[in-house]
């Protein structure tokens, strides 16, 4: 697939990306942010200038595989499909581009899938293609309010109005360092969930008894989110009294919890030498 251009913005990088970049292909627009700006706030900066009837995001990190972009738009160009965003499974890569695991390990939903969303957000924003129509009609932005679920909120909107398709095949990588979510990063992800939906409970008329179930499990994963926070910044006994409270709601819990006597890097290097989930 030739028929794209390519939208490079650089975000105040201190290398010479600008000439890098030069060398590549007549199709790259390249365009600097005149301040430093939230991963967010980018993007947004970015959409002005994408003239393309569709969208997709890559960051310098991640990687494509060659026919994201055909078998995507296989379905979105289909009227008979009735699609208007696409999204892939993904591998997740190390700094060396090494295999580390595959985030999937079944068939995802596709169709309105905003009530699968509410209750637990799992759509990779570098395996996704979406119609720039939705996202126009959704507020043509990123909101700058949060750092690390912007995304989150956009494609959230677009599923409570549109059509999605999932392609059963990895086409994406995402490359994960080492030290990429920091602790402080890390409580914020849930944070930022909860001001979301409170968001959504005002702008969706009988929101919380529509999206009831959906809404306790969340509630549920926040609950384990924040005890892993603890757990990230050494207060341990806190960690274990939030996670007390859901400890018999889904069976991993346990086995955290138990973990928990130790520091949460002993507990992270153990699941990912077994490669056993995201936990």
Not at 31 to 44: D, I, N, V
Not at 135 to 155: C, M, P, T, W
Not at 165 to 183: G, Q
Request: proline share 1%.
């Amino acid at each position: 697939f030739i028929d794209f251009e390519i939208v490079f913005i650089d975000n105040c990088s201190k290398d010479n990306t600008k000439d890098i970049i030069s060398h590549y292909d007549s199709r790259l627009k390249y365009y600097r942010t005149p301040k430093f700006m939230t991963l967010g706030e980018a993007r947004t900066f970015g959409l002005v200038y994408c003239t393309s009837e569709f969208l997709a995001f890559l960051d310098t990190d991640d990687i494509w595989e060659p026919t994201l972009l055909e078998e995507s738009l296989s379905i979105l160009e289909n009227r008979l499909n009735k699609v208007d965003m696409t999204y892939s499974n993904i591998d997740f890569i190390d700094e060396q581009s090494k295999y580390n695991k595959t985030l999937f390990k079944k068939k995802m939903p596709s169709g309105r899938i905003f009530r699968e969303l509410i209750k637990g957000y799992f759509i990779t924003i570098a395996s996704v293609v979406v119609k720039r129509e939705c996202v126009k009609e959704v507020g043509d932005r990123f909101n700058a309010e949060y750092q690390l679920i912007a995304d989150l909120e956009l494609f959230t909107d677009i599923s409570y109005r549109y059509n999605i398709s999932y392609i059963d095949k990895v086409l994406a990588s995402v490359r994960k360092h080492e030290n990429s979510l920091t602790n402080n990063k890390f409580v914020r992800f849930p944070l930022e969930t909860q001001i979301y939906i409170n968001h959504l409970k005002n702008r969706i008329d009988n929101f919380e008894s529509i999206y009831s179930k959906e809404l306790d499990y969340l509630k549920i994963t926040l609950t384990y989110q924040f005890a892993l926070s603890y757990w990230m910044n050494g207060n341990n006994k806190k960690a274990k009294m939030k996670l007390k409270k859901i400890l018999f709601s889904r069976k991993k819990y346990i086995i955290v919890y138990v973990f928990m006597t130790f520091s949460y890097e002993f507990f992270a290097k153990t699941m990912n030498f077994f490669k056993l989930g995201n936990y």
